[in-house]
C-alpha cells in the first residue's frame, strides 16, 4: 500500500479527563502512520478539551451523540472512520488491521475488540466497561443477531444518508424556518 489513506479517528467526550489521555495515547501509538484525531465535546467542565488539544485533536462542541456522530463524519477528512468512545483503548496494530481488510478485501466495516479502561467509578460505567469486555471476550460478530457493532468505515458508506435538522434539533430548540 504505497499511498496510506487518512484514518479519521472520531471521539466523543464529556467530562472524559479521567480516561481520555489513554485513550489518545493508544491512538497516537499506533503503527498506522496516517491518521487525524477529532473531538466532539458535550461541553465538559473538566479538562477533557485541554487533554485533547495536547494530543493534537481537532475540537468541536456538540450537544448530544447523535449531533456528535453526525458532526464527526461531516469534519472528517478521511477515506475510513474510527468511531471510540473516551475510555477504550487501541492495541498498536488495530488501524493497521482494519485499513489492510478495507484496502485488500474489501470490507466497508470492521468489528474491533472493544477494551474499556474504566475500573473505578460509577456502576454504570463498570458496569458499561464491563459489557464491552463480554462482548469481546464473546466474539459475537453474527452479522444478523450479535451485539458487537462495527466501529471502523468506510467513510463513503455515509455519503447517501440525509439527516434531517429536527433529528438534530434540541426538544426545546425551535426549528429555523
Known amino acids: 500500500m504505497k499511498n496510506k489513506p487518512l484514518v479519521s479517528v ?3 467526550t464529556f467530562n472524559s479527563e479521567k480516561t481520555l489521555e489513554k485513550t489518545l495515547e493508544s491512538v497516537k501509538n499506533q503503527t498506522y502512520p496516517n491518521t487525524e484525531i477529532i473531538v466532539s465535546d458535550g461541553n465538559s467542565r473538566d479538562r477533557s478539551v485541554e487533554i ?6 481537532k475540537v468541536h462542541y456538540v450537544a448530544k451523540l447523535g449531533d456528535a456522530r453526525y458532526q464527526d463524519y ?4 478521511g477515506k475510513y472512520l474510527l468511531s471510540l468512545d473516551s475510555d477504550q483503548i487501541l492495541d498498536p496494530g488495530v488501524i493497521q488491521r482494519c485499513v489492510n481488510l478495507c484496502e485488500n478485501k474489501g470490507f466497508d466495516a470492521v468489528t474491533i475488540s472493544e477494551k474499556s479502561i474504566i475500573d473505578k467509578g460509577t456502576f454504570l460505567q463498570k458496569l458499561i466497561g464491563y459489557d464491552k469486555w ?20 468506510n ?23
Not at 134 to 149: K, M, S, Y
Not at 156 to 177: A, M, T, Y
Open 52 to 57: 485533547a488539544k495536547a494530543f493534537g485533536a
Open 134 to 153: 463480554l462482548v469481546d471476550q464473546n466474539q459475537d460478530a453474527d452479522i444478523n443477531f450479535g451485539t458487537a457493532c462495527p466501529r471502523f468505515f
Open 10 to 12: 472520531n471521539i466523543r
Open 74 to 77: 461531516k469534519k472528517s477528512k
Open 155 to 177: 467513510k463513503s458508506l455515509f455519503d447517501d444518508i440525509r439527516i434531517g435538522e429536527k433529528i438534530l434539533q434540541r426538544p426545546n430548540q425551535k426549528r429555523s424556518e
